[in-house]
C-alpha cells in the first residue's frame, strides 16, 4: 500500500528555512509526478510546486518562488522542499503529493497523499 510520509515541519523565525521530506513506500516515486501543497488556517489547501505533465519541470506559485526549491533522492524514495527566507504567510500544513503529472497544480491531480506537517513561522 502506497504511504507518503511527510517530516521537517515545525517553529521558525521569519527569515528563517525548513527543508521538508516526504519519503515514500510502496511506490516509487521516481515515477511519478512531485506536488507540494499547503494548507494555511481557515484556507483551501493550494498548490505551492508541481511537477508538470508536459515537460517534468516544477512549476512553482508566484508567491514561493526564489526561496523554495524542490529536490530529490532517488536512492531514499524522497523528495524534498527547501523553504527559505520564510514568511508569516507560509505558515500552514504542508503536503507532499504523487501523480502522474500536473496540468494546474491542483489537489484533484494527485493520487497519493501525506499526511501532512505543520510549518509555522512566528517570532
Known amino acids: 500500500q502506497a504511504q507518503l510520509v511527510e517530516s521537517g515541519g515545525g517553529l521558525v523565525q521569519p527569515g528563517g528555512s525548513l527543508r521538508l521530506s516526504c519519503t515514500a513506500s510502496g511506490i516509487t516515486l521516481n515515477y511519478y509526478a512531485i506536488g507540494w501543497f499547503r494548507q494555511r488556517p481557515g484556507g483551501e489547501r493550494e498548490g505551492v510546486a508541481c511537477e508538470r505533465r508536459s515537460d517534468g519541470s516544477i512549476h512553482y506559485i508566484d508567491s514561493v518562488k526564489d526561496r523554495f526549491t524542490v529536490s530529490s533522492d532517488i536512492a531514499k524514495n524522497t523528495v524534498y522542499l527547501q523553504m527559505n527566507s520564510l514568511e508569516p504567510e507560509d505558515t500552514a500544513v504542508y503536503y507532499c503529493?504523487?501523480?502522474?503529472?500536473?496540468?494546474?497544480?491542483?489537489?484533484?491531480?494527485?493520487?497519493?497523499w501525506g499526511q501532512g506537517t505543520q510549518v509555522t513561522v512566528s517570532s
Open positions: 503529493a504523487a501523480g502522474w503529472g500536473y496540468y494546474y497544480c491542483l489537489p484533484r491531480e494527485s493520487e497519493y
